[in-house]
DNA sequence: AAGGCTGTTCTTGTATACAAGAAAATCGAT
DNA sequence: ATCGATTTTCTTGTATACAAGAACAGCCTT
């Protein structure tokens, strides 16, 4: 555990499955002494997640683990559904035809993925193949590039599914969903195929549940004072 | 010129409007001899260009301005295309409803790009009112988060739109296209939308006449000997 | 002349000491 | 006890010395 690539990935997914909660302080001489590296290295992965979002600079004062931001997840949401709606439309509509292997290769995801649904404990197996259900459509459609670009963008999005999954057991819901995504392009039918998608990442977005349960999880837009840096201060505006 | 932000802001400009030409070399040195500050900042600044693909850093050896790579403009302008086509149908298709404000503002822009037209050297200028143009739509559609994001990854299509400005001067084409576009979504027309954003977007890719002129500027995928640092040197993998 | 070894000199990567700002704690006066 | 100024102690930001890898030049060998 002592390469920065090495950090990186372990603080990354720490923070996305909720191990460290948003608001914990991420400090610098803390995090050197627990991977045993100087401050220098581990101040590159800091900027790195601080980039992706995964956590708020405060200069001169720390960092924050940040809190999960509804505005973000909404844009995500429509984001992913304007483009996974064009690019099902278009494996279906057949300008391409979807090849013999891809179709296979669809299936197995989505048997990995009935397993995990089996397993208790599931949820981070079952996320992991429906991510994988998703980005193998993506690359189907040659848009892996922007399926990866996505993913630099999505520390909002992934956890405030969590925080969904951990209500509803709605695994067999979302399983099913997908086979009939992937039904509709093998039959060509691609009609239904803009309302299922819709619906597929429109799950109820309902903020008052989510502030009702995790209100310490949230961003609630509190006055500028409180924001992290994003001016002329000491920091790098993006 | 001291603070982090305008060292970024400086060399983001020089590399998108060519003046630091792909394959450049910066060196931490040089750059911190220039710019009269240590190199511990300069890195971060680099790391930061790094990030949004300005620059390749191969490890230990140095870091050079990205090559333009035209499969990243392609995947840019496919997810600009649908994204716009989805906004621009919503801001005619009427649920929301174009504000008056929001029309006038967008009639500025375009006769501020008009006089652009008019100067000579008028290509950044020009390019300045067009970017604020689509990010107006954007904004007006609540999508201003979305056009944030996609300018983080612009580099390669930013270059490759002024490589073309230098050939054809089509600024009175594409203002034209803008006047069209307005005037679809007043006249609350969304049938012809989709055709015109595609049309304007792709402005014809010809790799060809790009290899002809610009190769140098350009990623020819060369054998991996020759690629960025991408795995597990002593980088940071995205 | 060609090939390979070796040392020099580039580059970036890391560690650490110090500077500077912000918040908290302390101590004093009222 | 309460309020306020000062000091102390956190935090991150910066500078710099050193480590280590990569490329290059030169030389020697063949």
Redesign the interface.
Known sequence: MT???AI?GQLRSEILNLELKPGSILSETALSERFRISR?PLR??L??LA?EGYIDVYPKRGNLVSYIDL??VE?MI??RS??EK?ILGNLASGSAALPLRGTLELKEILEKQEEAIREEQAHETFLHWDDAFHKKLFALAG?G??WD?IQ??NVHYARYRRLHMLKKEKLEAILAEHRLLLDCVLRRDASRIAELVEHHLHEDINAAYLQENFADYLNMSKPDSLKPASG?E?????
Not at 234 to 238: G, H, K, T, W
């Open positions: 390469s920065k690539a990186l220098t590159d992965v900027k790195q980039h505005e973000s844009q429509y984001l304007t483009l064009d848009r590039y922007l670009l630099q963008s002329a000491e920091n790098i505006e993006s």
